[in-house]
């Protein structure tokens, strides 16, 4: 069931034997898949790893769409499927982001991809019918934000200090008002009922891409771009909320939410783009001393085959931005900025997890010719890399790693396995494995 890990990779020949995984693969689910603009799409409670995914029905049509979350039990090792919504829509931005409420009952939030859905100005959600039980649901409840809003993600996040220390539950989603721009709704009785509140950040015309990271107490950090990258030479920003405040890295304060959205240049920046350096944001994560750190993706000369993977990390005056990968080519024409992703280790800044279908060091194609999943290591803040293969020959692409917050002591790693031609066109699974310390 668990790994430990040891050796490194820094060459360009990998021996062609079979396929090879460091440690158990486990197949959560044989059918699904996600986007990275969703948190959290996985997440460790009482004994079980819950992820949320979007089936693509290859070979039981009849799960087309289906709005799944899957719990994989760390004791047993048997694994559960629930369905939250069935045929809701063949397309992996449809995800369920997944938090714990106070009372230990789950809450699935998700939506459709925009579009003209008959459903795209609502949100659906489900909660658990008894505390820690990630496998029985209640009944589908859903929220329409505003009548012309056209919604895509959902990104669950609880401030415990608010509303009186009750805690406050917020969802972060796009599209209030058919903006296309960062958006929030708030539930003040643990995802009951909402309202929606507002832009959280507004660049007219254009779609900001954002990650987000919070404390669970007082704090909500968030990294974001201009837009999306085949529309605009992006950088990355940073800002975070606190008591009502949105505040710059170094602290400064920008102005009250309620006085109106966050403009792209009144946060810091992080990454400064261009046209030979077009950014996407992957990751976000804050670490013990409450410094949030960060990975995400950039395209180089404009060569949709040349992608790298950035690492930031705020020492509490600055921020220290490496490049420390090669994350190779994009994984289809027509969305040129679609890299493997990189994904943090939320328990330990010093480890990311990529994909990549180079290897990381030099850039050379691996002799697989599919993406593998690498650990990476650091021992100065960033400025160096060890990295060591967790799948190594593989007959098919493994991409989109995630890490949900555990322990300290383990690690469940998590990605897609299988094909990815679309993002309405996938045959993928959610595997994973355990790394014990």
């Known amino acids: 069931m668990s790994s430990s ?8 020949e990998v021996s062609q034997k079979q396929e090879q995984v460091i440690g158990e693969l486990i197949i959560f689910n044989d059918d699904g898949a996600y986007t990275w603009f969703q948190d959290e799409r996985a997440i460790i409670s009482d004994g079980k790893i819950i992820i949320g995914s979007v089936a693509g029905g290859k070979s039981d049509s009849n799960r087309t769409g289906d709005i799944e979350v899957v719990t994989y039990d760390l004791t047993t090792g048997v694994t559960q499927l629930s369905e939250l919504h069935h045929n809701l829509e063949y397309d992996d931005h449809d995800s369920p982001a997944l938090l714990v409420r106070q009372d230990g009952r789950y809450l699935a939030v998700y939506s459709t991809h925009m579009g003209n859905h008959p459903l ?18 209640g009944p589908e409840l859903t929220f ?22 009750d805690g406050r539950i917020y969802n972060f989603f796009r599209g209030l008002n058919n903006s296309w721009n960062p958006s929030i709704m708030t539930s003040d009785d643990m995802g009951e009922n909402w309202a929606a509140l507002g832009l959280l950040i507004e660049h007219t015309g254009h779609r900001p891409y954002v990650k987000y990271a919070s404390d669970g107490i007082d704090t909500i950090h968030f990294i974001f771009t201009e837009g999306h990258p085949r529309d ?63 990975a995400y ?59 990549t279908n180079v290897n990381p060091t030099t850039g050379a194609p691996l002799p ?70």
């Open 5 to 12: 890990l040891s050796g490194c990779f820094g060459r360009d």
């Open 144 to 165: 329409v934000p505003s009548n012309n809003s056209k919604l895509s993600y959902s990104n669950l996040h609880i401030l415990q200090d608010e509303n009186n220390n």
């Open 297 to 355: 993706s950039v395209q180089i000369d404009e060569n949709p085959l040349d992608h790298r993977y950035r690492y930031s990390r705020w020492s509490g005056e600055q921020w220290f931005d490496y490049e420390i990968a090669f994350a190779g080519e994009r994984l289809y024409s027509g969305e040129d900025d679609y890299t493997g992703n990189i994904a943090l280790d939320p328990n330990n800044p010093s480890t990311v997890y990529i994909s």
């Open 232 to 294: 605009y030479n992006n950088s990355i920003y940073h800002a975070y909320y606190r008591d009502g405040i949105l505040y710059s890295s170094d602290h400064s304060e920008i102005r009250l939410l309620e006085n109106g959205p966050l403009k792209i240049d009144e946060g810091t920046t992080v990454f400064s783009g261009g046209a030979n350096s077009v950014a996407w944001c992957n990751d976000l994560a804050i670490d013990s001393s409450g410094h949030p750190y960060l």
């Open 120 to 137: 795209a100005n609502t949100v659906h959600y489900r909660i658990s019918t008894d505390p820690y039980d990630s496998t029985s649901w």
């Open 368 to 437: 697989s010719g599919y993406y593998e999943i690498f650990q990476g290591r650091t021992i100065d803040g960033g400025a160096n890399w060890i990295w060591l293969p967790i799948t190594q020959n593989s007959t098919e692409d493994n991409i989109r790693p995630i890490v949900p917050y555990w322990d300290g002591q383990n690690t469940a790693v998590i990605w897609l396995q299988g094909t990815y031609d679309r993002y309405t066109d996938f045959n993928l699974k959610v595997v994973g494995l355990i790394i014990s310390e």
